[in-house]
């Protein structure tokens, strides 16, 4: 597949570029909202193109359970059954069948898996996802990998490793539709050899972008920094490089200031569901009786329409009142104020402000991180 990663500028190690897809031009650094089901929570996709996304994820695994991919690929295909005309990422369903670890058996052949939802008997093989996505009509797809709790052996370290370059393989292979975008998972837990070994496995298959996966899933904060920047550092200059699982703005301070350009996560959108708002100095329980009386709005940093419009204090009665207009507003809040971070962070790396806006936000997000290599 032709390149369809532009690197514009760079500040330090952190990157500011352009991803085509087929449905569109994403700036990068970006952050996609998740969409598990086909739907990001409480919010519609005219919302989604009130801040401007660009691109948003879906997940293989629930997609497949229900509605299936017979029905979706009726309905048109992904996006004409979610009514959203931008990108779509969709997970391979890897993650979800490693959380099912009483319910799955893994061997090189795929993964068997029991549905959480009713125990129905499925099977992931690298050929059957990558089908499903392409079915679908998605922009990127991710191949079928394997992960690993942390912490965890040596050996499971190596045979998620290995495993995950013998599915990216195949995944490869079986790609038949050129306006979907695949990409390799880059594995290894902490091991910084098995990293680099994964790495070195899949770049010489020349995916068009690179994930690292394997990680918030257990380590220290610490690790995940230095690991997720160790990771980056292997990875090709002119292809682009997705963190998967985060969501936090310390965490994606961190990420974009180790070289990271792509990031998901569910985090806020839970938030917002769970009375929790993001602002850039930290994050407020919105339910506290210190936010009954307070007229400001959830962070007088943000522009997004829910704090041009609406006080702490009203958010919090609706949480308390048990309304679903709030947990619709926060999660409103929540994604519009990590899209415009973005923004921020694209601007300052463009003009060479990177390392000024960076502390400005979240300096003691580096303090632990080591340099690569």
């Known amino acids: 597949m032709p390149g369809i990663f532009t690197l514009v500028s760079t500040d330090g190690a952190a990157r500011r570029g352009t991803l085509a897809l087929a449905h569109g031009d994403v700036e990068t650094p970006a952050f996609m909202p998740v969409g598990t089901a086909a739907t990001v929570k409480g919010l519609t996709p005219n919302d989604l193109r009130d801040f401007d996304a660009r691109i948003i994820l879906s997940n293989t695994y629930h997609l497949w359970l229900r509605p299936g991919g017979e029905t979706i690929a009726e309905m048109g295909g992904l996006h004409a059954f979610m009514s959203w005309d931008r ?54 797809a991710m191949a079928l990998d394997v992960c690993v709790k942390l912490p965890t052996t040596s050996h499971d370290v190596a045979e998620a490793v290995r495993r995950t370059t013998l599915w990216a393989k195949r995944c490869m292979a079986a790609r038949t539709r050129t306006a979907t975008a695949l990409f390799g998972i880059v594995q290894g837990g902490l091991d910084e050899a098995m990293r680099d070994r994964s790495a070195r496995e899949l770049i010489a298959l020349d995916f068009p972008g690179y994930a690292i996966g394997g990680l918030s899933v257990g380590e220290s904060r610490d690790d995940l920094y230095r690991m997720a920047r160790f990771t980056a550092s292997l990875l090709p200059i002119d292809k682009p490089r997705y963190l998967m699982g985060v969501g936090t703005v310390r965490d994606l301070i961190a990420a974009i200031d180790g070289g990271v350009d792509m990031f998901d996560c569910v985090y806020p959108t839970r ?43 009203y958010i919090s009665h609706l949480f308390r009142a048990d309304e679903m207009l709030g947990p619709r507003l926060l999660s409103y809040h929540n994604l519009a104020l990590l899209a415009a971070l973005m923004a921020d962070a694209r601007t300052a790396i463009g003009t060479g402000a990177w390392a ?9 997000a580096l303090d632990a991180v080591a340099s690569p290599g």
């Not at 917002?272 to 709005?297: E, K, S, V």
């Open 87 to 140: 990108n779509i990422l969709t997970d391979s369903g890897g993650f979800q069948v490693f959380s099912l670890e009483s319910r799955r058996e893994l061997s090189d052949d795929g993964v068997r898996f029991r549905s959480h939802l009713d125990g129905s008997a499925h099977e992931f093989t690298p050929e059957n996802v990558v089908a499903f996505q392409e079915r679908l009509g998605v922009d990127v």
């Open 271 to 313: 938030c917002g569901r769970n009375g929790r708002a993001l602002t850039r100095a930290g994050d407020l329980a919105i339910r506290n009786a210190a936010f009954a009386r307070d007229p400001g709005p959830i962070d007088p940093t943000c522009a997004c329409a829910v704090c041009a419009t609406y006080s702490r204090a």
């Open 356 to 364: 000024a806006f960076r502390d400005s936000i979240a300096p003691a």
